[in-house]
């Protein structure tokens, strides 16, 4: 070899040893952050285009997204995708936040062979009931069903039906999209339905079941049945959500729009998945009237100013400047 040839050799390897010298230097809370980084980044559950577009703070900051999510967002309950709700895993996690451990991670390697649920659309426990088959592998449901589920024509659970979404909306199923993932993307601000409108399949311990007949109550005035009517139709509402999420209902056979709009609101509770009473009362309190549902004013006037129905969106709205529900491509 000739003597250039040897020095380049030589200067290669330097900058070799170099280079590990400085990643055996690091220390050991920097190696653990960027390899839990790494470990988000192989998972469909994060989307970091995603995340940028909806906490522009993070873009405008020149932030990696994953580092971020790793280090100050997990804890911070924002949501790593659309699929995943951080805040609403939280809360219903305590223990997890307690222990400090990140809920996504923590949602992959363990909450969701246990039966804890990514967020209000898909349910862990449910689809490992439904599929046994699914359990007995010990695979994560919620990856399994993005991967292999919905295209096999498996369900998703009580709160959205991949199959009937697929039936409904041709430029999705030509698309070849994962219903699921579309839903949270896109068909949710377009007004879409995650299921067909007054299907009240409810959640149960070992399977799915129809919802039993509503119980009649007490008669009410053409106003209080007009105002219900309005709130279960719209596309924000979801009554089989509600009835999943808050079992007293579903086991007490209530109707849930008129749970909703005569105690569920009061109590804190949600309409839908994709509505927070209580943040839309918080940051509309100058604007709505002294005990009014926070759901009705939004349907009634909120929607047409441009009012937000979770905090969430907040920056997918104002990104796209395509007013109250932003349109997305597949």
Known sequence: ???PSLIRAARKRLRRL???RKIENRPPEIVALEEA?????????FDADWYLDTYVDLREAGIDPA?????????????????????WYLERNPDVREAGVNPLLHYIEHGGREGRSAGPLFDDAWYQARYPDVRDAGVNPLLHYLE???REGRSAGPAFDGAWYLATYADVREAGANPLLHFARHGRFEGRYPGPAGSDTIQDTHEVRAAEPVVSEPSEDEEQSALIRLMAAHPLFDGQ????????VAAARLDPARHYLEHGAAQGRDPGPYFRSDWYAKVNAEAIPVGMNPFLHFIL????????PRAEVLHAHAKTGQGRRPHSPL
């Open 1 to 3: 070899m000739s003597m």
């Open 18 to 20: 170099s280079r590990r």
């Open 37 to 45: 980084a790494s470990r988000l980044r192989s998972t469909p559950l």
């Open 67 to 87: 580092l971020h999510y790793v280090e100050h967002g997990g804890r911070e309950g924002r949501s790593p995708g659309p699929l995943f709700d951080g805040g």
């Open 148 to 150: 292999h589920g919905a």
């Open 241 to 248: 959500w509600y009835r999943a999420l808050y079992r007293d």
């Open 301 to 308: 006037q909120g929607e047409a100013e441009g009012r937000l």
